[in-house]
């Protein structure tokens, strides 16, 4: 399959960095049993992978800016374009040595999402997309899954976790989604997430809170694969706030009627139980 000069880039990029984090993905599994675990060599094998997908990405495109998740934002003289980055998505994965990470990378143009490049080395499996030119993993097109109807549907979600989310809000769509699908996976690497509705394999994904680069490339990815996007509620999706909702034109829509479901019960659950009338 002959892939654009971006794509091109974007793929060198991240098979790079890939490399890297898998030959550090070998010591993380060594180190799960040593007293002091792998935590530190988990934050350099992050930094490592993130500097040369920077050093990469500035040598063929030296003007273009970054946000990127270690280093934050870089503006580049080039006003339009700017990467967003996930240099290693799904930290806690391959601390614990799960084989479920990825190298993310999207470029941005004028503020508009217009490609998108997600590895999973330890599986080999590398999606593209870029704006009007379809998604692909590996050489083959890939789209989204054709299915219409919850009982049918599994979703992928994100669940918060010590620190951070809306814990108890979150049980609230938990609930309303396992009772009327065929069951809910969280993976714990939202990029991948994403690159699996596209692939078809998820019918649908939805999380609170995430961050540009865990979503980026993988917006590419589910809009070049038929898919729809937006908020939680049904909002305008932008990249730039972290929550997300998506599936296919169906899915989409049963997805963020069952989020709103969700918040309608919470709210019910927190209302002030009706006055009893008092007894005289
Ligand atoms: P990470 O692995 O790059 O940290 C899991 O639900 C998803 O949430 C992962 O994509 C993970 O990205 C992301 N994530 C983890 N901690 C986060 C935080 N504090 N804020 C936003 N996203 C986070
Ligand atoms: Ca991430």
Redesign the pocket.
Known sequence: MARSALLNVMTQAAMKAGRSLIRDFGEVQNLQVSMKGPADFVSNADRRAEEIVFQELSRVRPDWGFVM?ERGTVEGRDPQHRWIV?P?????NFLHGIPMFAVSIALERDGQLVAGVILNPAMDELYTAEKGGGAFLNDRRIRVAARKTLPEALFGT??PFLG?GDHAGFLYELRQIMGETSGVRRM????LDLAYVAAGRLDGFW?E???PW?VAAGAVLVREAGGFLSGLTGEKFDHMR?DIACGNEFMHKALVDQLKKARAQRRRASAPAAETPAAD
């Open positions: 998740e996930d290693l998505d799904g930290t806690t994100g669940i951070r714990g690497a939202a990029a999380e809170a995430l961050q865990d972290g």
